[in-house]
């Protein structure tokens, strides 16, 4: 759902559109009481139009909005115009981690520093009995300050936590990825516990948060496979190669 240029969700005035994710469409936006620039995301259709998903959210929204932590995206508001359902975010300038790999492995400090400040955001949520479950390249931005967690607490909203066989159906995380990609893009960063549709808590972040920390360091992905079912089969039977043996 495409919103337009000048178009107001209340205060917040449409500016441009920045991406598309799996929750929905990301524009930048102007908050005219506060006249601060921010970030709007617009949720997908399949979020918006169950009555069980919405009352979800709105409770997910409000205990994600109490974090505050200067690694963790800020999730400023959250309201409905329209039939369309938004979240008001911090509006950030950088690129996401996922971008930044594409160019190769990091050097170790950054590694180190961006792996203490996901760890730091990650111990302040887990704290307040909030997880992330999709921690990922791609939900990690870097801005000048250091890292942003983004989405955090919110992912699990994207869909019932199902078997594999629902994996086919998880949204496209922008427009440059194909379906077949945007599936393993999703699936290597999963627990084990996710793939057997068991229930998420703080360890299921802890995995994702070492196969982040090994792509950094390695610029490989730690789990890869030609098929999801041999990707699967990696993440719950098999160790990655170790770090040494790809970057000494």
Known sequence: MAILSGKRLGPYEILSAIGAGGMGEVYRARDTRLERIVAVKILSDNLAGRAELRERFDREARTVASL???????????????????????????????????????PLEQVLRYAVEISDALDKAHRKGITHRDLKPANIMLTKSGTKLLDFGLAKLRGPQGAVANLSALPTEGSNLTAQGTILGTLQYMAPEQLEGKEADARTDIFAFGLVVYEMATGKKAFEGKSQASLIAKILEADPPSMTSLQR
Do not use: F, S, W
């Open 68 to 106: 505050n932590h200067p690694h963790i995206c800020t999730l400023y508001d959250i309201g409905q115009q329209d039939g369309i359902d938004y979240l008001v975010m911090e509006y950030l300038e950088g690129e996401t981690l996922a971008e930044r790999l594409k160019e190769g492995p990091l």
